[in-house]
C-alpha cells in the first residue's frame, strides 16, 4: 500500500518570500499525487495533481509541484506568498489502477507573516 | 453550482450512542467517499461507493461503523455506541468518476463526551 511523509509539521514565512513544502511517497505501484489546501473552517480544495505527463506541475493560486520519480517526492512550491496563503496543506497519493484509495500525509500548517 | 454539503456541521453526542452524519454530494456524482481526520492528522479513507454499492469499505475501523446510500445520491455514515476514540471530523467527497478530481464537503465534527 502507499503512503506519503510530509517532512515539515509547520513552516512559518514571511510575506513575498518563497516557500517549499516537502512531500515524500512510497508506493509500489504507478501512482497519482495530489496537493489539496484547507483553509480553516473550510473544506479541502484540490491545488493540483499530477496524474502523468510533464513532471511539473502548474496549480491554482500561483503553486507548482514537482514529480520526482527517482526520489520518491512531490514538493510543493511558491515564489512568492501572500497571508491569504495561511492554511494547511496536504499532499496524498492514489494508486493508479484504484483512485479510489487516496492515502494522505498529516499536513503542513503554513503561516504566512507579515 | 452547489459543492458537497455535509450536515450536521458539529455534533456532540455521549459514550455509548448512536449517531448518523449525513452527505449530499454534488449532483450527477457517482463516486462517493467518507474519511475521518482525527486532530492533527490527514484525513483517513473510511468507505467509497460507487453508485449505490459500497466498492470498498476496507478503511471502516470495526463494525460500529456502516455506511449506507440507498438511491445512489445522499450517503449516511452510521456510527453505533460511539466512543470517545471515534471524536473527529468525517469528511465526505464526491467526483464524477472514480479516476476524476473529488471534490471535498466542509466536514461534520463529532465530539464524543
Known amino acids: 500500500a502507499q503512503s506519503v511523509t510530509q517532512l515539515d509539521s509547520q513552516v512559518p514565512v514571511f510575506e513575498e518570500a518563497p516557500v517549499e513544502l516537502r512531500c515524500n511517497y512510497s508506493?509500489?505501484?504507478?501512482?497519482?499525487l495530489f496537493w489539496y489546501v484547507q483553509y480553516p473552517n473550510q473544506g479541502l480544495q484540490l491545488l493540483l495533481k499530477?496524474?502523468?505527463?510533464?513532471?511539473l506541475v502548474k496549480g491554482i493560486n500561483g503553486f507548482e509541484a514537482e514529480f520526482n520519480k527517482s526520489q520518491t517526492s512531490f514538493h510543493l512550491r511558491k515564489p512568492s506568498v501572500h497571508i491569504s496563503d495561511t492554511a494547511e496543506y496536504f499532499c496524498?497519493?492514489?494508486?493508479?489502477?484504484?483512485?479510489?484509495?487516496?492515502?494522505f500525509g498529516a499536513g503542513t500548517r503554513l503561516t504566512v507573516k507579515p | 453550482g452547489a459543492g458537497v454539503s455535509q450536515t450536521p456541521s458539529n455534533k456532540v453526542t455521549e459514550k455509548g450512542k448512536y449517531v448518523e452524519l449525513r452527505c449530499d454530494p454534488i449532483?450527477?456524482?457517482?463516486?462517493l467517499y467518507w474519511y475521518r481526520q482525527s486532530l492533527g492528522q490527514g484525513p483517513e479513507f473510511l468507505i467509497y461507493?460507487?453508485?449505490?454499492?459500497?466498492?470498498?469499505d476496507s478503511g471502516l475501523p470495526n463494525d460500529r461503523f456502516f455506511a449506507v446510500r440507498p438511491e445512489g445520491s445522499v450517503s449516511t455514515l452510521k456510527i453505533q455506541r460511539t466512543e470517545r476514540g471515534d471524536s473527529a471530523v468525517y469528511l465526505c467527497?464526491?467526483?464524477?468518476?472514480?479516476?476524476?478530481?473529488?471534490?471535498f464537503g466542509p466536514g461534520t465534527r463529532l465530539t464524543v463526551l
Open positions: 499530477y496524474l502523468s505527463g510533464s513532471t
Open positions: 467527497a464526491s467526483s464524477l468518476a472514480v479516476e476524476a478530481e473529488q471534490f
Open positions: 461507493f460507487q453508485g449505490t454499492g459500497a466498492a470498498d
Open positions: 508506493s509500489s505501484v504507478s501512482v497519482y
Open positions: 496524498a497519493v492514489s494508486d493508479s489502477y484504484n483512485n479510489n484509495d487516496m492515502r
Open positions: 449532483s450527477g456524482h457517482t463516486a
